[in-house]
């Protein structure tokens, strides 16, 4: 998938816009949050759970826009396993406490009235460390993208359950800030996600493009199933977030299910962590360019 999140850096449409953007890889939302809040970063691209988390204890942390609106993820597992009753007892990999792939898992859980300590959890790194992990038995389960489910038939592996049928109301990446950065630099915050409004809506309708940034930039092969896969499912579920929504009714659900797996406290104000006035300007200064 990273050919549609990069497309903005890969083709250029943040120096379109008057903006220099450096990409820093790391696949660990937990880590990015970190960085952000350190100020070692000035935006990340990441799952926004662990912001309304980081928020419930103080942080300043702001959601300014969405850029993937449905989860493609699943929890995967050998199939000998039928159904989710038949994890209890059994270990799911995740990444790290706190970020998404465990508030799925809780989530699923939840959904199939399973209760969260009936089962174990692995911190395992990224998808694809995950998904080796199961391959290898290190764990009886994972959370892990759909992009897998072409090559997983051969390993003897399959989705048990899919974000989209467990919890459909969940959001998967958004673009974060502070509020400090965004009050110093609104100008720019405006301008990045112009950039990335530009880059979504090519790579939402050039797929040869998408497909040919995703084989370079994640060094996969031409004859590799998986990007391909990937794309035809968001276009099918419209998941691409064209214009970087921040949208409400996802927001009040993910409020409510941190609460309900224990995840915050009590419900947040949402207004103080959703900010959408650098989202506003950046719809003028695209449609100014058009």
């Keep these: 998938?990273?050919?549609?999140?990069?497309?903005?850096?890969?083709?250029?449409?943040?120096?379109?816009?008057?903006?220099?953007?450096?990409?820093?890889?790391?696949?660990?939302?937990?880590?990015?949050?970190?960085?952000?809040?350190?100020?070692?970063?000035?935006?990340?691209?990441?799952?926004?759970?662990?912001?309304?988390?980081?928020?419930?204890?103080?942080?300043?942390?702001?959601?300014?826009?969405?850029?993937?609106?449905?989860?493609?993820?699943?929890?995967?597992?050998?199939?000998?396993?039928?159904?989710?009753?038949?994890?209890?007892?059994?270990?799911?990999?995740?990444?790290?406490?706190?970020?998404?792939?465990?508030?799925?898992?809780?989530?699923?859980?939840?959904?199939?009235?399973?209760?969260?300590?009936?089962?174990?959890?692995?911190?395992?790194?990224?998808?694809?460390?995950?998904?080796?992990?199961?391959?290898?038995?290190?764990?009886?389960a994972a959370v892990v993208s759909g992009e897998y489910v072409p090559i997983a038939a051969k390993e003897h592996i399959k989705m048990l359950v899919s974000a989209e049928e467990a919890l459909p109301l969940f959001v998967r990446m958004c673009l974060h800030s502070t509020g400090k950065t965004l009050a110093e630099r609104p100008q720019d915050a405006a301008k990045f996600l112009a950039g990335e409004m530009l880059g979504l809506r090519y790579a939402a309708t050039h797929k040869d493009e998408a497909m040919k940034a995703t084989q370079k930039l994640a060094s996969i092969k031409p004859d590799d199933p998986r990007p391909s896969y990937i794309y035809d499912l968001v276009s099918r579920q419209h998941a691409i977030g064209t214009d970087v929504p921040i949208p409400m009714d996802k927001f009040n659900w993910l409020n409510e299910e941190l609460v309900k797996v224990g995840s915050i406290p009590k419900l947040l104000d949402l207004s103080k962590v959703l900010d959408s006035r650098a989202r506003e300007a950046a719809l003028k200064i695209v449609a100014q360019m058009h």
């Design 1 to 140: 998938d990273s050919g549609i999140l990069l497309m903005a850096a890969e083709h250029g449409f943040f120096k379109q816009v008057g903006l220099n953007v450096e990409i820093v890889p790391i696949k660990d939302d937990e880590i990015l949050l970190k960085a952000l809040i350190a100020r070692d970063l000035d935006s990340f691209e990441g799952e926004p759970g662990s912001a309304l988390i980081a928020d419930s204890h103080g942080a300043d942390v702001r959601v300014i826009g969405c850029t993937w609106l449905v989860v493609p993820h699943g929890i995967f597992v050998h199939d000998n396993i039928t159904s989710m009753e038949q994890l209890r007892g059994k270990t799911i990999a995740i990444s790290s406490p706190g970020a998404f792939p465990e508030i799925f898992a809780k989530g699923a859980l939840d959904r199939f009235h399973i209760p969260e300590n009936a089962v174990k959890y692995a911190s395992l790194g990224g998808d694809l460390d995950r998904y080796r992990a199961l391959v290898a038995r290190v764990a009886d």
